[in-house]
Each structure stands twice: as structure tokens, then as C-alpha cells.
């Protein structure tokens, strides 16, 4: 089994900058690839960005490109999601997820992600 934490959520004001840190335990061995998600409320929850767990190798949504970038720290286990230029409709609760069993996390799909975090409230205000 893997667990996950994640940290460092808040309320920030438009353009401003915010970094997510998901914390990965136990089986860590076993993750094929981390990624980040978000659900804004009355809405489904949506890919963002992940990162394979060599870090080599990483997908994100048009959206966030150019202003989010994911990235890990071998040492810490933990994978880090740096978000600038932050817009109200990045308004969200962000979730990391990692995939140990199938190995499509690429493929940024609810369902290839078998472990997630609590999930961290971020806020933008215009």
C-alpha cells in the first residue's frame, strides 16, 4: 500500500504563486507515476499534471502549461506541484494520486490511479 499527504494549500490572490507537496509512504517502491488532480465545487474531478516516479518523464493539461510545473525529490519521496500565476478558476481542492498497479499514468484517467491524498483546498481571488 501507498499513502499519501499532501500539504501547502491556501488562499492566494490572482497571480500569485503557491507550491503543493504530496508526501508518498509504504510501498513506494511499487509507483509507476504520481499525478495531480483538482475538483472545483459542482464539478467533476479533472487531470492536471503527473510525473513518473523516476521523474523523467511528465503530461500536463494545456491549461496549466507554461504556469504549473510538477517535479519530485528522490530523497523525499514527495513530488511537488509549483503553480504560478494563479487564476480564480484554478479555485480547487487539489489531490495527488499514485499508480502501483497499472502503469497509466500518462494516460492522466481516474481510475488508473490506485492510492490518493486527503486532497488540499486552494483559493484564488480576483
Known amino acids: 500500500q501507498v499513502q499519501l499527504v499532501e500539504s501547502g494549500g491556501g488562499l492566494v490572490q490572482a497571480g500569485d504563486s503557491l507550491r503543493l507537496s504530496c508526501a508518498a509512504s509504504?510501498?513506494?517502491?511499487?509507483?509507476?507515476?504520481v499525478g495531480w488532480f483538482r475538483q472545483a465545487p459542482g464539478k467533476e474531478r479533472e487531470f492536471v499534471t503527473a510525473i513518473s516516479w523516476s521523474g523523467s518523464s511528465t503530461r500536463s493539461v494545456d491549461s496549466v502549461k507554461g504556469r504549473f510545473t510538477v517535479s519530485r525529490d528522490n530523497a523525499k519521496n514527495t513530488v511537488y506541484l509549483q503553480m504560478n500565476s494563479l487564476k480564480p478558476e484554478d479555485t480547487a481542492v487539489y489531490y495527488c494520486?499514485?499508480?502501483?498497479?497499472?502503469?497509466?499514468?500518462?494516460?492522466?484517467?481516474?481510475?488508473?490511479?490506485?492510492?490518493w491524498g486527503q486532497g488540499t483546498q486552494v483559493t484564488v481571488s480576483s
Open positions: 494520486a499514485a499508480d502501483s498497479r497499472r502503469g497509466r499514468w500518462y494516460l492522466g484517467r481516474l481510475g488508473d490511479f490506485d492510492s
Open positions: 509504504g510501498r513506494t517502491s511499487s509507483i509507476y507515476g
